[in-house]
C-alpha cells in the first residue's frame, strides 16, 4: 500500500544509480529500460519497499512508508547532502581538458544504501574476489534474514555463528571480520555516526574505518567516497588500467603521477579521478557495469 509519493527535483537517477556496482546489489533492482530504481529499508523492523523512477528532470518518490520516513532514506540514498557547486565549478573551469560533461550534467552524487551498516558490510564482500562472489554473498544474506527482501541489520548478523557466515552464507575469510564488526555495532561499542561527522577530515575517518579488523586500505577509500569524503583517488587495479588509457596513451604510470593529475580539484580530486574513469558507464560508450 502507497503512502508516501513525493518528488526530488534536479537529480539524474541514472548519475546516480549507475554511479557504481550499488545498484546490482541486493536489496536494490534497476531497471534500465524504465529507468527505475527500488529497494527494501527497515523501518522500526518492518522492511518499507521504495521506488525511484525518472520523472521531468529529477526523481518520483512512490513508497510503502510514510514520507517522514521515507524521506530522510531517500536523501541517503540519493546521496541530496553533498554540496557539488564548487566541484561543478572547477569541472566547468577545466572544460577543455574533458572535465566540462560534470558540470553540465550535474553529475557527482554517489549511490548508496540506506544505512552506512550495509554500506560497511557491503564493501568488506568486495575484497578480494570476484563481482558475481559479492553478489551471492548479498544476496544470501538477504535471503537468511527473510525480512521481505531487506538488508539485515547488525542485530541480526551478530546473531549468526562464524560458522554459518562461513559455510551457509559463503563469505569465507570475511566471516570473523563482519561478524565482530556487526557485534560491536548491534552491542552500541561502534558509533557509526562518528564515521559521518562532517567534522572530520578525510585522514581521522579513513583511521576509524580501518581501526575495524577487516577493513584495510581499499575499504577505508571506498568507503570514504560513500560518505562524501573525496580527497583521496581510492586506486584499484581496474581503475589504475582505465586512468592509464584514458590520461596517459595508456602507459602505466605511478599512483603519485595520477595523483598530480588531479592534485587541482582540491578536496573533490577523487571523485573528479572516479567520474573521469566511469564516464563512459554514463555516455552509452561502455556496458553497463559490472
Same mark, same amino acid.
Do not use: Q
Given at each position: ?8 527535483? &534536479? ?6 544509480? /549507475? ?9 536494490? +533492482? ?18 518499507? %519497499? ?24 531517500? =536523501?541517503?540514498?540519493?546521496?541530496? &547532502? ?7 565549478? $572547477? ?5 577543455? !581538458? ?5 558540470? !553540465?550534467? /550535474?553529475?557527482? /552524487?554517489?549511490?548508496? @544504501? ?18 558475481? $562472489? +559479492? ?11 527473510? %525480512? ?5 541489520? @547488525? ?19 570475511? =566471516? ?9 555495532? @548491534?552491542? &552500541? =561499542?561502534? #558509533?557509526?555516526?562518528?564515521? !559521518?561527522?562532517?567534522?572530520?577530515? #578525510? ?16 575499504? @577505508?577509500?571506498? $568507503? ?15 581503475? %589504475? ?9 595508456? %602507459?602505466?604510470?605511478? #599512483? =603519485? ?13 577523487? $571523485?573528479?579521478?572516479?567520474? #573521469?574513469?566511469? /564516464? ?11
Amino acid at each position: 500500500m502507497t503512502r508516501a509519493r513525493f518528488d526530488v527535483p &534536479g537529480v539524474d537517477l541514472d548519475l546516480v544509480a /549507475r554511479s557504481h556496482g550499488w545498484y546490482d546489489l541486493a536489496p536494490f +533492482t534497476w531497471d534500465e529500460a524504465r529507468r527505475t530504481l527500488s529497494f527494501v529499508f527497515l523501518a522500526g523492523g518492518a522492511p518499507e %519497499r521504495v521506488v525511484l523512477s525518472a520523472r521531468n528532470g529529477g526523481v518520483r518518490v512512490v513508497a510503502t512508508a510514510s514520507v517522514r520516513l521515507a524521506r530522510p532514506v531517500v =536523501a541517503r540514498v540519493l546521496d541530496l &547532502g553533498s554540496e557539488l557547486g564548487p566541484f561543478h565549478a $572547477l569541472c566547468a573551469e577545466r572544460r577543455d !581538458e574533458g572535465f566540462g560533461w560534470i558540470a !553540465e550534467r /550535474r553529475a557527482g /552524487r554517489v549511490l548508496r @544504501a540506506p544505512t552506512l551498516f550495509e554500506d560497511a558490510v557491503k564493501v568488506l564482500c568486495t575484497t578480494n574476489c570476484s563481482w558475481s $562472489l +559479492t553478489r551471492s554473498m548479498v544476496t544470501r544474506m538477504v535471503g537468511a534474514f527473510a %525480512r521481505g527482501g531487506a538488508f539485515p541489520d @547488525a542485530a541480526f548478523l551478530a546473531s549468526l555463528p562464524e560458522r554459518r557466515l562461513r559455510e551457509e552464507l559463503k563469505l569465507g575469510y570475511r =566471516a570473523p571480520f563482519l561478524r565482530a564488526f556487526a557485534l560491536r555495532v @548491534a552491542s &552500541g =561499542a561502534l #558509533d557509526l555516526a562518528a564515521w !559521518e561527522d562532517p567534522a572530520r577530515s #578525510d585522514t581521522e575517518v579513513a583511521e576509524l574505518v580501518r581501526a575495524e579488523k577487516g577493513f584495510g586500505p581499499y575499504a @577505508a577509500e571506498t $568507503l570514504l567516497r560513500l560518505l562524501g569524503h573525496h580527497g583521496h583517488l581510492g586506486l584499484d587495479s581496474w581503475s %589504475r588500467k582505465k586512468v592509464a588509457e584514458l590520461r596517459f596513451g595508456g %602507459r602505466p604510470v605511478k #599512483d =603519485a603521477r595520477v595523483a598530480r593529475f588531479y592534485a587541482p580539484f582540491g578536496r573533490f580530486a577523487g $571523485l573528479a579521478f572516479w567520474l #573521469d574513469v566511469t /564516464r563512459e558507464w554514463h555516455d552509452g560508450r561502455e556496458r553497463l557495469w559490472p
